[in-house]
């Protein structure tokens, strides 16, 4: 299977795309399978469970499975419209836009926090009754991460997803593979990725898609940079991100010049899109909305302070970036996975790290070589890093893990631009490292707000 450019950078509304973006999606996805039979629903059920039931609350699963009911798409959403009111206050839902039902959250939403079930810890059951409340329709999904959700007979089964492997002119499964197919064709990474995307969505498209990519992530870097107050949540966390843009303005104009000032202006861009993305903002998911900040950041790094590096324009410099990165992400996301509810926090930050490094060193000219070990490293560094948000809210540590992952991507790029490209540990090793890690790590270090600092932290 092959991800799609437009599948790893999704357009998502936070705080998380595995509990937030994907039950919205399966919502959507099951009033798809009920169709015209929406007419005869009189009541609808949905059950949540493992990682996806602890956090509900927190990551604002029951909103976006409310809105996955209305028939609302996640890039289409206004996170600044009252669109739960309804439901808060009457109890009541516009089933698929086309018809009134009683909907109660303490009812009709049960989160079985003790279950996991048995494929995924991120799993959910949607199930629609008549008005003699005999059962329509139930159907059981999983959200894997980074927004994608399966269902039930879909899981494992490469026979029930699309084949796009034999539409585009480069399948790979390794970065072995990679190497063989950019050697041969005397490639880089981002023209193979270029040459996958253009076969299965046009060239037009394409080019179009990454200008709006790049746009909203700039988008969300400026929004975070100025917007002021308190983090939602009831941590009473406060928003960092514009103290930290006034103190850097106030040294730029006051020519206060600090060596290691590029630091802080890498942590302001990762805060302020990482905020946005934990107050429910507009993001994309660069793999996950949890890891939203980190590619933004490296990326506003590359051309602010590093664009005299290549000799690319600016517009094919951002084509070279986000292609690469999304190469990178395949590999993880066939051989490894990118849900924290799965491997914990090192399939979020650590593969947007790897991607951010490999994405970095490409757009300065580094050889495919350079390229792996950049990712490569950006992995390793973090391996077996847990997710344990507090409250289960994407703040803390998440926030600042995102600063860190972005710091620690330029880094990676950088060392590995210093060697020749030869490396003791190769990519794809790191990457069964990471998959063999998650499934050895304890459920309460994955996503489910049980282990680590959510326990260990008071919430007040």
């Keep these: 299977m092959y991800y799609s450019f437009f599948e790893i950078f999704s357009v998502g509304i936070g705080p998380s795309s595995s509990h937030t973006v994907g039950p919205m999606n399966a919502a959507s996805r099951f009033l798809s399978s009920l169709g015209d039979k929406v007419m005869d629903c009189e009541k609808v059920d949905v059950k949540l469970y493992g990682s996806l039931a602890l956090t509900a609350i927190g990551h604002k699963a029951d909103r976006a499975i409310v809105l996955g009911l209305m028939g609302l798409e996640a890039d289409k959403v206004d996170p600044a419209k009252p669109y739960m009111l309804s439901v808060e206050r009457d109890k009541m839902l516009n089933f698929a836009g086309r018809k009134s039902l009683k909907f109660d959250l303490d009812k009709n939403l049960i989160l079985e926090k003790g279950i996991f079930l048995t494929k995924h810890s991120n799993g959910m059951i949607f199930e629609a009754y008549d008005k003699n409340n005999n059962l329509i329709l139930s159907e059981t999904y999983y959200s894997i991460g980074g927004g994608f959700v399966v269902r039930e007979d879909e899981f494992g089964n490469e026979n029930v997803v699309e084949d796009n492997e034999s539409i585009i002119p480069y399948s790979f499964s390794s970065m072995v593979d990679i190497l063989e197919i950019c050697n041969r064709e005397k490639i880089t990474i981002a023209e193979m990725i ?59 104009n006051n020519n206060n010049i600090d060596p290691l000032q590029i630091i802080d202006w890498i942590n302001l861009w990762a805060f302020a899109a990482a905020e946005e993305n934990g107050s429910g903002g507009k993001i994309i998911t660069a793999p996950t909305n949890g890891a939203a900040g980190i590619l933004p950041a490296v990326l506003r790094y590359f051309k602010r302070f590093a664009f005299h590096k290549t000799s690319f324009t600016e517009k094919k410099a951002v084509i070279e970036f986000l292609l690469t990165a999304s190469a990178i992400c395949n590999l993880y996301k066939k051989n490894a996975s990118i849900s924290g509810a799965e491997v914990g926090c090192q399939g979020e930050v650590g593969t947007a790290c790897s991607m951010a490094a490999a994405g970095l060193t490409a757009v300065v000219h580094g050889t495919i ?42 880094n990676a790029a950088r060392i590995a631009l210093n060697g020749d490209g030869n490396h003791f540990i190769k990519l794809d090793k790191a990457i069964k490292t ?11 270090y994955k996503e489910t707000s049980l282990g680590g600092l959510a326990v260990n932290v008071a919430e007040c």
């Design 369 to 410: 070589k350079q390229v792996e070990n950049a990712a490569e490293i950006g992995i390793e560094h973090n391996l077996g890093l847990t997710c344990d948000p507090v409250a289960g809210l994407v703040l803390v540590p998440c926030i600042e893990r995102n600063a860190m992952a972005a710091i620690k991507a330029i």
């Design 434 to 444: 990471m998959a063999e890690t998650g499934r050895d790590m304890q459920n309460k």
């Design 194 to 252: 270029y040459e996958n995307e253009k076969a299965l969505h046009g060239e037009e498209a394409l080019l179009k898609y990454i200008d709006r990519v790049e746009e909203i992530m700039e988008d969300t870097i400026e929004r975070g940079m100025n917007n002021t107050g308190v983090l939602a949540g009831g941590l009473k966390i406060k928003r960092r991100a514009n103290t930290i843009y006034l103190r850097l303005k106030d040294k730029f």
